[in-house]
């Protein structure tokens, strides 16, 4: 078994409860960690025996071009679509979504959801 991390995942979208937020949009940052198989791919050195990072980079930038008004409705679409086109692959998923400097009245680096199936 492996662990396969793609982190920090950049991507400007437009989430969050005020409207203000679905319109400006902002920055955020996406981390996934994957549990999978990696026994045939560290033997075969071809990418047809390994998870496709660039599959897994596609899936993630396709739910971060629909509006959603919560971070948890966010992580776990990603996790519903991962599991839904990995469903062989991954034994175990973590999702982080990150707000960059979120509008919550202070200075705040970012705000952050995590989920895990």
């Known amino acids: 078994m492996g662990l396969i991390e793609i982190e920090d995942m950049e991507f400007y979208a437009y989430h969050g409860h005020f409207k203000e937020e679905q319109v400006v949009g902002n920055r955020f940052l996406v981390s996934i960690h994957l549990k999978t198989c990696c026994k045939a791919a560290s033997q075969s050195d071809n990418l047809n025996d390994a ?22 409705h966010l992580t776990g679409r990603i996790l519903d679509h991962l599991y839904a086109d990995f469903q062989d692959e991954i034994s175990w998923a973590k999702v982080k979504v990150s707000k960059m400097n979120p509008p919550m009245g202070g200075q705040i680096g970012r705000v952050s959801v995590t989920q895990e199936r």
């Open 51 to 72: 998870l496709d990072y660039q599959k897994v980079y596609r899936l993630v930038k396709e739910e971060m071009e629909i509006k959603s008004h919560l971070l948890e």
